[in-house]
């Protein structure tokens, strides 16, 4: 119907240019026009009567201008300019996407079966008698093939944009005028970057698109993100973050079951989203040291259409290495005891303590030697970030030297350390934390006044954050560790901390005389992190609870491995992505600081990579021109599998340090995965080449559809519109309209 009434397809409207070929010139038309616009207005003024004026009168003014100035428009010869590819002289690039995902039948034939019919049906003839065509195969790389027995949609990737690439290169030195990609669009290498897209509109070479496959699956349950951390200290609560998303299961019940080398970690009955997407948390113990390889998997639902996107893999790398924590108590009391005895069988953490006992003198616990913390509290760099984490109890910021206050902003600032300050008659207000640097440290705003400790007992509160951290988790169960805080006993005193500072996190509240008050705050403060416990009663969750109770214990362990978990050393490696698919490429980063963790920019460094099969190789990491102390090296890694990564890092003779970090490589996963059409993605590349998305019902059109390109060997064409049947029907719509408006108004 398009064609009938503007006798050329909507390609050459869209692509086309508007011209007059009339020789007269166009301000001659506008000037013509306004002129009958004047004449007509003028005889219409003058003929008003009693039954013709006003709206009336207005009405058939603009009917007829418009029909004048229809007809001078058509005087004037419109016509449309367009490039055209000249016949037998351009090639068109034939795409059939050959992956995996091409196999999936949708319910009828498998896709690329009906990519192959649609090309043998016709459509390659036809594009044959026009252009020279090249067939290609695309997978995780495009191949040029002679025929379609070729294609067995066997390939393990799909990449577009690199296919695309190739060819935009490939037009620079033939003429390319076109491209015709049959797809599913399920890209695995995250769509179709920006510089491809500007090496396409740079040759104007149109991509048009042919879609196959549903646009939603029926029945199905996909895996799409599962997040776990990179490293883990041994032995410590791990929480997961999974993304799902679930077509025709709505209200459903499914089981969600962590595992590592096989084994099952956790597993609990979820209910599907009728949302169609979801977020999951699951915990679980990290267990011993080394490099675990953890699977998160949906357990198949009867009638789903797939079940081999129920399920992804990460690498983890578990830490047993020794945590120091630096104690400072300012005087003997209950909490200081209990605290030590929670945390002295933990295998990853170390606490020294040095406890004032009278005002001159310093009692030292768990120190490494008998020369450690000889002089007290550290007073140099080298001395204090020697440990991952500082406490500090009921001591006055007096007891302090400048130096040494100053060092402790720099320990959490520079070092990266974690540091918890605990209430007490001497801590927060009363110990004059409230001016600078402690100040900016805390992650309160501290009461200006004092007498903000009292020894008066207080109940502890979960918030909804403190819910959910791991931090203040008493039980594997969420909503059980929640009523576990309900019976505690308790606390023995508390302290009025102010309020939090934005960007804060509020973990426990406390009900203190009739008002509710911060009791557990948390934020990151430059590289590291603090925290303020505002009690220093927390023992009577030990001595008012049965022997076998070891809540408080548990409490302790978790928040002092909050301290210290993140707190990075001297060398610090990490990698471009820590779940390759398909593609090994990555990058090796590290980040290098010396002795008092000052950026080091002239250190030797090298990356040791024990591949999955035992075998390792060794790769020099180049400084970064850029960021100072930073190194980076590119590295292929050649298969499957989970890898580690060990850094170490020399300046001259002298040793800064050595990290480990891992990642994983999976082949042939990513198209098990967004199994329905992207059309989207096809839509968009055919709209921002110049192109044509296509049903496969439609597709047959597109031989037309692509010859008008500017790509290739062209030529400019134009195409009369002065004789489109729309102008004659429109003409006779605007005569006719001004008839029976004047029938109606009985003024013919």
């Not at 005895?341 to 040095?354: H, I, N, T």
């Not at 969420?478 to 576990?484: D, G, L, N």
């Not at 500072?501 to 934020?523: C, F, Y």
């Amino acid at each position: 119907m398009f064609e009938f009434l503007f006798k050329y397809p909507p390609e050459v409207f869209s692509k086309g240019k508007l011209v007059l070929l009339g020789s007269w010139p166009v301000w001659a038309l506008v000037l013509l026009i306004l002129l009958a616009a004047a004449g007509l207005g003028w005889l219409a003024w003058k003929r008003k009567n009693e039954a013709f004026q006003g709206a009336r009168t207005g009405a058939i003014w603009l009917l007829q201008t418009a029909l004048v100035a229809l007809v001078l428009l058509m005087l004037w010869e419109p016509a449309l300019s367009i490039a055209a590819l000249k016949p037998q002289q351009n090639i068109v690039a034939v795409v059939v996407d050959d992956s995996r995902s091409m196999a999936i039948a949708d319910g009828g034939p498998p896709r690329i079966e009906q990519a192959k019919r649609l090309l043998q049906g016709g459509l390659l003839d036809k594009l044959n008698k026009q252009y020279q065509v090249r067939l290609y195969r695309l997978d995780s790389g495009l191949t040029r093939i002679d025929s379609l027995e070729g294609l067995t949609a066997t390939g393990s990737a799909t990449r577009i944009g690199g296919g695309l690439k190739q060819l935009a290169a490939e037009a620079g030195t033939l003429p390319l005028g076109a491209v015709v990609l049959l797809s599913d669009g399920g890209d695995n290498a995250g769509g179709i970057d920006r510089d491809t897209m500007t090496a396409l509109r740079a040759r104007r070479l149109p991509v048009t698109t042919v879609g196959f496959g549903q646009e939603q699956l029926t029945k199905d349950v996909e895996v799409e993100r599962f997040e776990v951390p990179g490293k883990a200290l041994a032995h410590s609560r791990v929480e997961a973050q999974i993304s799902l998303r679930q077509r025709g299961f709505d209200n459903a019940k499914a089981t969600l079951t962590v595992l590592a080398g096989g084994t099952v970690e956790n597993s609990r009955q979820i209910v599907l989203s009728p949302s169609g997407q979801q977020f999951e948390s699951i915990e679980f113990d990290a267990g011993a040291s080394g490099v675990k390889n953890l699977e998160v998997k949906v357990d198949p639902l009867a009638g789903e259409e797939s079940s081999q996107n129920n399920r992804l893999t990460r690498a983890m790398l578990v830490d047993d290495a020794k945590r120091r924590i630096l104690y400072m108590e300012g005087e003997p009391r209950w909490d200081y005891k209990f605290l030590r005895r929670a945390v002295e069988d933990d295998p990853v953490l170390q606490v020294a303590s040095l406890l004032r006992t009278t005002q001159n003198k310093i009692y030292r616990q768990g120190v490494a030697s008998p020369d450690d913390l000889a002089q007290g509290f550290p007073n140099k760099p080298e001395e204090l970030f020697s440990y991952q984490g500082l406490i500090l109890g009921s001591v006055e910021t007096g007891f302090f030297t400048s130096t040494q206050q100053e060092l402790i902003k720099e320990f959490v600032d520079r070092r990266g350390g974690g540091i918890l300050f605990l209430g007490g008659p001497s801590s927060f207000s009363e110990g004059g934390y409230g001016a600078p640097p402690f100040a900016e440290l805390l992650p309160v705003t501290l009461p200006a006044h004092k007498n903000t400790f009292q020894r008066d007992m207080v109940e502890a509160e979960l918030t909804d954050a403190g819910k959910l951290s791991l931090v203040c988790r008493m039980d594997d169960d969420a909503q059980k560790s929640a009523e576990h805080w309900k019976i505690l006993p308790l606390l023995a005193n508390y302290q009025d901390i102010g309020v939090s500072k934005p960007g804060a996190t509020v973990l426990a509240d406390m009900n203190a005389a009739n008002r509710k008050l911060p009791l557990l705050v948390i934020q990151n403060y430059g590289r590291g992190r603090t925290a303020a416990f505002a009690t220093g009663g927390s023992w009577r969750w030990k001595m008012q609870q049965p022997k076998e109770d070891v809540s408080h214990q548990i409490f302790w362990r978790q928040l002092l491995r909050w301290v210290v978990g993140a707190t990075p050393s001297h060398v610090t490696a990490t990698t471009s992505s820590t779940a390759l698919t398909d593609d090994g490429q990555v990058q090796l980063r590290a980040e290098v600081r010396g002795l008092t963790y000052l950026p080091v920019s002239d250190a030797q460094v090298e990356a040791r990579i024990v591949l999955p099969d035992g075998s390792a190789n060794a790769v020099a990491l180049r400084p970064d021109p850029v960021a100072e102390g930073m190194y980076a090296a590119d590295w292929n890694a050649p298969e499957a599998g989970s890898y580690v990564v060990e850094v170490t890092a020399q300046q001259g003779k002298d040793d800064l340090g050595r990290d480990t970090t891992a990642f994983r490589r999976e082949n042939g996963t990513a198209e098990n995965f967004h199994r329905e059409q992207n059309r989207e993605l096809l839509q968009r590349l055919s709209e921002e080449t110049g192109g044509q998305y296509y049903r496969p019902k439609d597709a047959g059109k597109l031989t037309d559809s692509i010859s008008f390109s500017e790509a290739g060997i062209s030529t400019h064409e134009t195409r009369d519109l002065w004789d489109m049947p729309f102008l004659f029907l429109l003409a006779l719509a605007l005569r006719g309209g001004e008839w029976l408006l004047r029938r109606r108004w009985g003024v013919i």
